[in-house]
């Protein structure tokens, strides 16, 4: 058994993989449940936060503890690697498959599947009118793509997506910008209402489903050869080389329930990823559809794990994405029936909401979402210009546009309980989103109550609500340009204990961050979260601001609480297990 696993939210186990968790963490189980079990596991994680790979290492903890063998040592790959998780992975893979042909050789003539070898889908395309009789109306449940009662292509939901979402239909009210257009980044605010009966709370999660610019998907439908088929109406039929296989079951979402038929080119508009970045199973796959040995040569070196620096150099450095390489690669000819299996799914992008408190409906008692998103868009280190999928689509979507999204819980688990406590709040850029919403529902909270404020003790903040003190610490790079919902701070303070301690990278000659910021108010930050047991909530950028941020703390707790290097550690630990440090970092 070999189980891959990434890392969710505050050291969880991703969602897919809960209900695998909960059963092995029966009590009823004995130390030999998994006693004939031959096992490993790989963690897929990011070592900017906490808990760095904790899903994967419970995991193998517990299915050791069950009495499995671990027949390969364990192995962990980190996004903030320079070249990836591809780093750690693909050499890790090729061990293992060695391994495990030393170990159970084949039988007979038998070879192993060269892994350039492209392994044909279930699954394919065909023209409506081609079907047969009983497969016209299926579409794929695994390989290609689901649609939804109002004949959205979004592609087979997660199982995230599946038991612990809700679909809405939201539509967009304010599209605006927040930064000056001089500014460097276009950063807008996207107000979405919903007639829909719908909660969420601080933390909580909008998936927006992008689509494809049109005149990329032409570009596509040019360099294929496919323009000749691109607006008659699809279908999807079984492959018959998995005919003879029973197993495979029929797809359960059928394509007549949708209220506009499809084509190909909605296909690659709305379900199809044509511009992420390609992984090595792309270029094994594309391959296959090359006459050119040159080309096929070249595209054959980018699947070879020796040469793993040099498909990172080709794609991820340069964010070249699918549709350049094909571009670059034009021999290569995807048979159109296979583009669903070649091609990777256009997924949706995750923002967390903005909103909270009395923000969260509107005069007409319709359900209202904010977000704040950065437009993704810069040079690479082969000067070409970079836009993200979601974020282009969004900068130019119009005011009055519907469209269908996803609500979910986040992972900062804002409890009630947490209303009454001291708040450390830090929320460089655009991480201030699920911080606001914090606070407006903090705010609102508090005015429920209808108690009296507190009495102020010494070096502490009165306020008109009683909740707990809290400090912000919001970073960006200039005041008047970047300093998100500036007045709203102002005019909170005035009704909340609330203190904001700001830190403008680019607004002096020597750059100050949010980590220096907190630094100079450790009396405030340790009080608050060392004597009177305060929460944090770290949000924003992963990378190199929550370990900056850690490292702050702990100076924070040797300074002023009187702690040494180690102490001071171990209660950030301490924190970790009992909920009071959170992050939520992309």
Known sequence: MLVVTSTTG????????????????????????LSNVHFTTFGLGDSSYPKFNWAARKLHKRISQLGADEFYPRGEADEQHDEGLDATFVPWMTDIRRHLLERYPLEGDLEPIPEATPIEPKWILALRNDCPIGQGNTAVAEDAAVTSSNGQFQGNPSPYQRTNSQCLNVVLQENRRLTPTTHWQDVRQLSFTSSSVASYGPGDILTIFPRNPPQDVETLLDLMGWTSVADQ????????????????????????????????????TISLDINAIPKRSFFAMIAHFTDDEMQKERLLEFVNPEYVDELYDYTTRPRRSILEVLQEFDSVKIPWQWAASVLPELRGRQFSIASGGQLKTDSHGHVCFELLVAIVRYKTVIKKIREGVCTRYLAALPEGSSLDVTLQK??????????????????PGTGIAPIRSLVWERLQRGQQTQARPPEPSNGSISGKIDVGEMALFFGCRNKDADYFYQEEWYQLRKELPLQTFTAFSRDQKHKVYVQDVIREHSEL????????????????SSGKMPKAVRTALTEAFTRCGKMHQGDAEAYLQKMEKEGRYKQETW
Request: net charge positive; proline share 7%.
């Open 233 to 268: 109406e699809v279908c999807f039929i079984r492959n018959k080389s998995f005919s003879r296989y029973s197993h495979y079951s029929p797809p359960s979402v059928t394509l007549e329930s949708t209220s506009s038929p499809m084509s190909l080119r909605k296909i690659l």
């Open 410 to 427: 986040g992972s900062l688990g804002v409890s009630k309980e947490q209303t009454s406590r001291p708040l450390v709040m830090i929320g």
């Open 10 to 33: 505050q050291g969880d186990v991703p969602a897919n993989a809960r209900q695998f968790w909960k059963s092995i963490l029966r009590r009823k189980l004995p130390p030999t449940y």
């Open 525 to 540: 930050v340790s009080r608050l979260l060392h004597e009177l047991e305060g929460v944090v909530y770290v949000c924003g």
